[in-house]
């Protein structure tokens, strides 16, 4: 017989010593290594407005913190989608938490810019236009009360001037 039969004949009784030894095995819950319950997820992400020098303005970056801008996560996991809205804070950070979605249904899930509070800045341009959302890239799973929930970024966004009106100047 050649090698490759040998291989391929073999290949079944591998898979059933292997099934017999995981379910015989001392001290390992296989039910435990097959299973992880679905936990509810959290995104972060911060936004900022772009050329406008405002409280914490990075000149690396050119840009500053937009605080009171709207983020929306929306997810095509359900028939009629989940939709979750979450204002930043001081810092332009926000964060958006919904036992609606799962982390096995975070694949389908994006964020996009909803508003700005500056009327001078809000024509949403990273990720560009208003349609382009961010993925959510997965952190950790954190502490939440007794259970868990999954962290997730959708980095960073921006805001910016629209062509041909320009940002307030500064006293």
């Known amino acids: 017989m050649a090698h490759g039969e040998i291989l391929v004949l073999s290949l079944p009784v591998l898979v059933v010593l292997m099934g017999f030894l995981l379910s015989h095995a001392e001290g390992v819950d296989t039910a435990k290594i097959t299973s992880h319950p679905p936990l509810p997820i959290a995104v972060v992400g911060i936004i900022y407005c772009m050329s406008c020098r405002l409280p914490g303005y990075d000149k690396y970056l050119d840009a500053s913190p937009l605080p009171g801008a709207v983020a929306r996560l929306q997810c095509s996991s ?5 939709t ?5 804070d001081k810092n332009g950070y926000f964060l958006i938490q919904t036992n609606k979605v799962t982390n096995y249904e975070a694949h389908k899930c994006r964020v996009f810019l909803e508003s700005s509070p500056l009327s001078y800045c809000n024509v949403p341009v990273y990720p560009a236009g208003k349609r382009s959302g961010a993925h959510l890239k997965f952190e950790r799973n954190k502490k939440l009360g007794s259970g868990q929930q999954a962290l997730y970024t959708a980095g960073a966004f921006a805001f910016a001037p629209a062509k041909g009106s320009s940002c307030p100047r500064s006293p």
């Open 84 to 88: 979750v809205k979450g204002t930043t």
């Open 78 to 82: 359900s028939a009629p989608g989940v």
